[in-house]
């Protein structure tokens, strides 16, 4: 289904990796979005291969799907978010099913209660998001706040083992994020093992399997520690890889590249682009 996406064949001189993949970035939201061919070159220079855009409002999908058009770096995920959990009805679903073929996964769904949509909506909609991705035969990208119990229990109840997938920028404990490593998701790490005072996100960094660890940078939110203030971009995944290689005494290349070869095996690329 991906051919055109070179990046997970091609590797990258500067750092030795396979091609790093920025598993979530938003770039179809601004300031992303105005300064784009700038964010790619950028990106591109740092060794960055590859990018997912994940869903977030309907309104967006069109615009994912033109940037995966004239892009071959950019692989769209087509999905609703928890805040806008409440537009998911049977018409907007049947859109969804139309559209989400094209991209590598559904999302980013799950559950949030930081935000003003009763957790009632949010977990409807996530089981039709779920239940989508079984009839399509895609992986889950899994945005998960504060609701880890309950968002297990869903994905548990609807079995979402079998497809798999991605633990959006993880905030959890190593021991759930076990408890979903079994379930058969990886969990993903952002910059914010790089921020200063981070407990949680180092634990993870540390203790969890190599094999089961992607890279995001969440951009334009979550900016590694130096940069904080300013916008996020994926070319500052880097900093990331270099904190966890430290974090866990190997070289930033072995991490890169593990990570590199978990997004392929979780979202189901590897049978089609084989490095």
Known sequence: MYPKHSFLQTGDEKTGCAGLIDTHCHLN??????????????????????????????????????????????????????????????????????????????????LDPSYNVPLASQELAFRRQIRLAHNLGLPLLIHCRRAFQRTFQILEEEQAGRLGGIMHAFSGSPEMAWRFIRLGFAISISATVTWSGAVKPIRLARELPLEQLVLETDAPDLPPQKYRGDYNRPAWLMDTVLRVAELRGITPEAFANASSTAVRRVLGLSAVNPV
Request: charged share 20%; glycine share 10%.
């Open 29 to 110: 939201l601004e300031p992303l979005k105005s300064n784009l061919p700038q964010v790619l070159r950028e990106a591109a220079k740092a060794g960055v291969r590859g990018m997912i855009v994940p869903g977030v409002h309907p309104d967006g999908w069109q615009r994912m799907a033109g940037l995966a058009a004239e892009y071959p770096q950019v692989v769209p995920a087509f999905g609703v978010h928890p805040m806008h959990a409440d537009l998911l009805d049977e018409v907007l679903l049947e859109r969804l099913s139309y559209i989400a073929p094209t991209g590598c996964a559904i999302g980013e769904t799950g």
